[in-house]
């Protein structure tokens, strides 16, 4: 059982769909704006991003509201699991040297 569906588990042009509403999420400088809060979240970008995409008259590249909360799971599960990783490793290490 999967725990959210997005862009790790589609292909084709369903990828390219996914990819093309994230892909804001992935510069630094819309996660450095200090615009409206909603706006400063990830589930803000990714709104706003489906938002302009269904605006320029790309409606069959627009995400639903669904599509985009399992992209922001994704990113909460990613997230959690690279943290996790990093404290794991940072307290072996840690145990290792305590100089």
């Not at 059982?1 to 042009?13: H, I, P, S, T």
């Not at 706006?39 to 627009?62: A, C």
């Amino acid at each position: 059982m999967l725990l959210a569906r997005g862009l790790a588990n589609v292909e084709g042009d369903q990828w390219v769909k996914h990819r093309k509403i994230i892909n804001p999420a992935f510069h630094v400088e819309k996660l450095k704006e200090n615009g409206e809060s909603s706006k400063g979240d990830l589930l803000g970008i990714l709104l706003d991003s489906n938002d302009k995409v269904k605006l320029q008259g790309y409606t069959t590249f627009g995400l639903s509201i669904d599509e985009v909360i399992e992209e922001c799971k994704l990113f909460y599960i990613g997230g959690q699991e690279t943290t996790a990783s990093l404290l794991v490793w940072t307290m072996i290490l840690l145990g290792e040297h305590a100089h």
